[in-house]
C-alpha cells in the first residue's frame, strides 16, 4: 500500500458527461501528479500540483481540469467526455524535497470507461 | 476504430533464476531514475531509483545500473520468485525544475515454475 489513495475505483459513464476523479495524496506529501494511463499510449503525465498551485502540464485535453485542495487532497475533472477517454488515471505523490529525489508513489488508480 | 495495444517487450524466466530488463531512456538532460513494478489492475510500485551521479544502485534482490554514455538503464532480479511476474516500467526526469516522469513502454516479466 503506497499511502495515495484513489475514488473511485471504477467509473463508467457516457460520451459527454462530466466525471471527477478524487485523489489523497500520502500524508505529509505536498506533490500530486496526474497520469493517464490507455493501452496505445502507455503511462502520459497529464498535470503536477504543489501545496495548491499548478506547477507543470503534460499533455492534458483542454477538457481536463485539475485542482488540489487546502488539505492537499486533488480532483481531476473529465468533461465532454469521448470513448477515447476510457483509461486509468493514476494519482501519484511526492514530498518533492529541494535538492533530493522526489519519488512519487502511485495510488491505485481510477478506471473510466465510457459507452 | 480498432485499438491496437502496445506492443509490450516480453521477459520469461525460470523461478530461481535472475532476471535482467532493459530500458533505453531518451533524454541526457534526465538526473533521476526509477523502476516500477506494476500488477494487472494496480498502480506502478515503486522499487529503486538511481540518480545520474551514480551507475549502480543495490536494494533487496534488486540492483539499477545506470550508464550514461549510451542511456541505458537496466534492473536485475535475482533469484525471480513468481510474485515478480509484472510489467516493468523504467522512468526518468528531467533535471531542473521539470518534476513529471516520463514512462518507457514497458517489459511483461513472466516467472515460470
Known amino acids: 500500500d503506497s499511502g495515495v489513495t484513489q475514488t473511485p475505483k471504477h467509473l463508467i459513464t457516457a460520451t459527454g458527461q462530466r466525471v471527477t476523479l478524487r485523489c489523497s495524496p500520502r500524508s505529509g506529501d505536498l506533490s500530486v501528479y496526474w497520469y493517464q494511463q490507455s493501452l496505445d499510449q502507455g503511462l502520459q503525465f497529464l498535470i503536477h500540483y504543489y501545496n495548491g498551485e499548478e506547477r507543470a502540464k503534460g499533455n492534458i485535453l483542454e477538457r481536463f481540469s485539475a485542482q488540489q485542495f487546502p488539505d492537499l487532497h486533488s480532483e481531476l475533472n473529465l468533461s465532454s467526455l469521448e470513448l477515447g477517454d476510457s483509461a486509468l488515471y493514476f494519482c501519484?505523490?511526492?514530498?518533492?524535497?529541494?535538492?533530493?529525489?522526489?519519488?512519487?508513489?502511485f495510488g491505485p488508480g481510477t478506471r473510466l470507461t465510457v459507452l | 476504430g480498432e485499438s491496437v495495444g502496445l506492443h509490450l517487450p516480453t521477459l520469461s524466466v525460470q523461478e530461481g533464476d535472475n532476471s535482467i530488463i532493459n530500458c533505453a531512456y531518451s533524454?541526457?538532460?534526465?538526473?533521476?531514475f526509477i523502476w516500477y513494478k506494476q500488477e494487472s489492475g494496480k498502480g506502478p510500485q515503486f522499487i529503486i531509483d538511481?540518480?545520474?551521479?551514480?551507475d549502480k544502485r543495490q536494494g533487496q534482490r534488486v540492483t539499477v545500473l545506470l550508464n550514461k554514455t549510451v542511456k541505458h538503464l537496466s534492473l536485475q532480479i535475482a533469484a525471480t520468485q513468481p510474485g515478480d511476474s509484472a510489467v516493468y516500467f523504467c522512468a526518468e526526469k528531467l533535471s531542473g525544475s521539470a518534476r513529471q516522469l516520463t514512462f518507457g513502454s514497458g517489459t511483461q516479466l513472466t516467472v515460470l515454475p
Open positions: 533524454n541526457s538532460a534526465s538526473d533521476y
Open positions: 501519484a505523490s511526492s514530498a518533492l524535497w529541494r535538492g533530493g529525489t522526489d519519488t512519487q508513489y
Open positions: 538511481i540518480r545520474s551521479n551514480m
